[in-house]
């Protein structure tokens, strides 16, 4: 994930599996939030260009990018893949979550979503872009946050369904 203006115009212009994507100014958030929504209603949050959420048709979290790690669920545990350089070669290494490191993610989560969920309903939010033009996507995310239930899972693997 790039981390300057010019990426997130190229997110919000390029990201085409997320067939509706709207950029929002959240008040509390110091970079815009981008929230987007596959064919099949699978959902991706991206918080500038870090932390990112990506869940499936279920409202499971399937997907991560928090701290500059990927972080990914597989058989409903969190595994992080790291990238370590060297002069030779780029490495991912893997290794699985503890149970602490899995709640603070599920925590730093639904933080997230909850103070966007109270930013939403208080029409607190402000539209920057929206694809495709003239879609009520402030709308998609206010149904997206409702039906989302109070206490997110992880999926059993990191696909979209």
């Given amino acids: 994930m790039a981390r300057q203006e010019s990426d997130r115009e ?3 212009r390029e990201a085409t599996a997320l067939v509706e994507r709207a950029e929002f100014r959240v008040p509390g958030e110091s970079e815009p939030v981008v929230f987007g929504l ?3 209603g699978a959902a991706s949050f991206f918080f500038g260009p870090d932390p990112v959420f990506h869940f499936n048709s279920h409202y499971e979290l ?7 790690d990927l972080i990914k669920a597989e058989h409903r545990r969190a595994v992080r893949l790291r990238r370590v350089r060297t002069e030779s ?3 991912l290494q893997r290794s699985e979550l503890s149970p602490e490191e899995t709640a603070a993610l599920l925590h730093l ?4 979503l909850a103070h966007l969920r109270a930013s939403v309903e208080a029409r607190q939010i402000e539209v920057v ?3 495709p033009p003239g ?3 402030t709308a998609r995310l ?5 039906a989302a239930p109070a206490e997110i899972a992880l999926a059993a693997r990191p696909n979209v369904q």
């Fill in 10 to 12: 190229d997110l919000m």
């Fill in 129 to 131: 872009a929206a694809h």
């Fill in 38 to 40: 596959r064919r099949e």
């Fill in 109 to 112: 989560l639904q933080t997230r």
């Fill in 142 to 146: 206010q149904e997206w946050l409702a």
């Fill in 135 to 137: 879609a009520d996507l």
């Fill in 62 to 68: 399937r997907r991560a990018y928090v701290g500059g």
């Fill in 89 to 91: 070669e780029t490495q």
